[in-house]
């Protein structure tokens, strides 16, 4: 039985994306780009969309594995282990970084008395307790949220461009092009989350759809992030989103509901973005620990969850500062992409080359698997 529909899978996609770094997006963008921050932006969101274009062809053409399985198939399983073992690296250390990312905005937002410690250890053990559950309860999670991420955020980055000017988004391809690439690769590298798809599609009910919910996967937070960095840098100005650490949480302070009902808007963003950094910390956690059971031919991954944790903890606390972590996240992003782009276009030409294709999937007259 494969239980997952397109709906679900676009909501698991869309929500593993736009996760914690929807605060600091204006700013990654205005460093690289100036004005050609939306520029920058938009490229990024398009590089996104061909990694994830190559990971739903693999997951077609094997509707029944993860990339971690089918890629023991391609490339042979002594250099597929090493291969997941570099994603299962990578996404812990992903993980580590939007925990620490997330104990960071809650100390300096709201809880300020509260020991760092404390808020990333409280998220990444909600985060391993949800992991342990079923692939269905898993998609029922982000179906769940969706609405709850998306409406909220819409609402504010809209109202937010009655503040908004058009000169400051004047020269639109920007004033400094010296570091545009690698603008482009840190906004590429944002979409990490949606690498979650490799292993939903093995239960999808009619894997070929897998197309369609890629593309709503990635339009929704693509056209979210674009929208987000257009206003902040239209309220704000380049020059001033550089001074601060989170734009889009400075974009909601400066605005209001009609009729003021409620003046501030940064406790509505910091709620729906708690709720963003969950959703995203469960899927990268539950694609962590379902690829280090298929890397050992386990049928439980439940036993992994807490066994990870530790470790994923000690690398959150690494950094020495909001600086330095910041630091790590670009630099372990850019290397990412290697793992979530290159990785797959390898994978795609050596399986084409050798002709290799998974079994095709039986569908019944009722349209079930």
Known sequence: MRPITAVQVAA?????????????????????????????????????????????????????????????????????????????SFFSILMALISREFGEVVITSILKRTPLEVTVLAMLLLAAVFA?????????????????????????????????????????????????????????????????????????????????????????????????????????????????????????????????????LDAAILAVWVTNVFTTLLSIFYLTIKSITQMFHLQNHKMFAFCLLPFIFLIAMLPQSVLQMYEFVEFFGKIGLFITICYPILLLLIAVIRKKRGKPVAVNENGSS
């Open 12 to 88: 698991i996609v869309t929500s593993s994306t736009i996760g914690v770094g929807v605060l600091a997006v204006p700013l990654l963008a205005v460093r690289t780009a100036d004005t050609g921050a939306p520029l920058v932006t938009l490229l990024g969101t398009l590089v996104a969309l061909f990694g994830l274009f190559l990971v739903t062809v693999l997951g077609i053409r094997f509707p029944d594995q993860s990339i971690i399985q089918y890629s023991e198939d391609i490339i042979g399983r002594g250099i597929a282990f090493v291969a997941s073992l570099g994603i299962v």
């Open 132 to 264: 342990r559950t079923d692939i269905v309860t898993f998609a029922s999670i982000h179906l769940f949220y969706l609405p709850f991420i998306m409406v909220p955020g819409w609402i504010i980055v809209l109202l937010s461009l009655k503040n908004s000017r058009v000169l400051n988004l004047l020269p639109v391809w920007g004033n400094e092009h010296h570091e545009l690439f690698f603008g482009i690769l840190t906004i590429a590298a944002l979409f990490q989350g949606s690498f979650i798809i490799t292993m939903v599609i093995p239960f999808m009910k009619k894997p070929k759809k897998a197309y369609l919910s890629m593309i709503w996967g990635w339009f929704m937070p693509s056209f979210f992030f674009v929208l987000t960095v257009i206003s902040a840098v239209a309220v704000f100005g380049p020059e001033e989103i550089k001074l601060l650490m989170w734009p889009t949480l400075e974009l909601a302070k400066t605005t209001a509901l009609p009729a003021n009902i409620l003046e501030r």
